[in-house]
């Protein structure tokens, strides 16, 4: 038994926790969905919201549209599990690999260069206008890296992890989703995760009513992930509480990738440029005299997560939080952006959240 099996969750939290979701629905989101684990004990998990029309109720089951929780839990996790077994070094170049062999500076990107957002790509672009298939997507990497400056400055970016999931299929001969599905999905029997969702809509929670798709129900929300045919490797991940605690407690137990792959992922990347991020994960760090443009991301991991705490968000209202030393995992699911992404009261409820979890732990 470790010397951190006595770290729980105070008993009186869990109704500070409850309280706490329902005062925000649904001002903030419809239905959230959340949980806390420790050293893989289930501490605290609880769902709540309607929709009247279209008619759907959220449980603990829930499946959510995770968006860019993607670019960790599926991206990072195969690119790390390549370096772990000695295929991939982080300062190999995009050419090195086989991926953009003859396009000058697209070909000069590294691999750590797109994990840590320091490869000077824009944060987004809609690729699809180059057309709605691999080829015109690179077609539209390949221009934007030819006015890229590596490693002058902490931008994050949706386009580097596209060109990394690219990479990983040129290398593998696989699909991204494949890959996900044989790596990481089945051995650890996360049976509610997939891209392009094979689920009855009822358990999918929607997402937003737009003009252009209508009601986007069981199909992924991001664009150039949907044009992309739902995989891609910044968005495009459907998943739910169980299936993502499945996930941290296999990381937190390095039954995914060695502890020191685990260390070096976590490990602060950018602090030369004031940034927050380590290898596709924000870190909680002390803010430096000169952050950059992104540092503020990370504060929706709250005041009370300890320096080093791990984590991201997804753009539909999902957010992972994992502490890795007290082997502390925090899951926030909401589809705030139903029925508009416009509604950004999920900013401010992270950071009251995960401050009644972190400041309840004893």
């Known amino acids: 038994m470790s010397d951190l099996a006595g770290i729980r969750l105070r008993k009186e939290a869990t109704l500070e926790l409850r309280s706490l979701i329902k005062e925000h629905i649904p001002a903030v989101s419809p239905g959230m969905a959340a949980s806390v684990t420790i050293e893989g004990r289930s501490e605290f998990a609880f769902a709540e919201g309607n929709i009247g029309s279209p008619e759907f109720h959220f449980n603990k089951e829930t499946i959510f549209d995770m968006a860019s929780l993607t670019k960790p839990v599926v991206t990072t996790t195969l690119v790390m599990k390549m370096l772990d077994r000695g295929k991939i070094a982080l300062d190999d170049s995009l050419a090195s690999l086989g991926l953009f062999a003859d396009s000058g500076r697209a070909g000069q990107l590294t691999v750590k ?11 987004h672009y809609p690729l699809y206008s180059f057309g709605q298939n691999r080829e015109g997507y690179l077609t539209g990497i390949k221009g934007f890296a030819a006015s890229a400056s590596m490693y002058t400055k902490e931008e994050y970016s949706d386009l580097n992890f596209m060109t990394l999931a690219f990479l990983l299929e040129h290398i593998s001969g696989k699909r991204l989703d494949v890959l996900a599905r044989e790596e990481i999905f089945d051995p650890l029997g996360m049976k509610s995760s997939s891209f392009n969702p094979d689920f009855s809509k009822d358990t999918v929670a929607p997402t937003e009513m737009t003009e252009e798709r209508g009601l986007v129900w069981g199909k992924v929300h991001d664009e150039n992930a949907f044009y992309l045919g739902g995989v891609a490797g910044h968005a495009g991940l459907f998943s739910n509480l169980e299936d993502m605690s499945r996930f941290t407690n296999a990381l937190l137990e390095c039954r995914l990738f060695s502890s ?9 990347a950018n602090e030369y440029l004031g940034g927050t991020f380590g290898l596709g994960w924000m870190i909680k760090l002390p803010r430096p005299r000169n952050p950059s443009d992104s540092f503020g991301f990370s504060s929706f991991m709250g005041d009370y997560a300890d320096f080093g705490t791990i984590g991201h968000t997804g753009f539909t209202g999902t957010s992972l939080v994992i502490d890795i030393k007290r082997k502390i995992a925090v899951t926030v699911l909401s589809n705030r952006v139903y029925p508009t992404r416009d509604n950004i009261g999920i900013l401010r409820f992270r950071r009251l959240f995960h401050n009644a979890v972190f400041r309840n732990i004893e």
């Not at 260069?113 to 944060?123: A, D, F, Q, V």
């Not at 020191?260 to 602060?268: A, R």
């Open 113 to 123: 260069s797109l994990l840590s957002h320091s490869s000077g790509l824009i944060w």
């Open 260 to 268: 020191s792959t685990l260390n070096l992922m976590s490990s602060p």
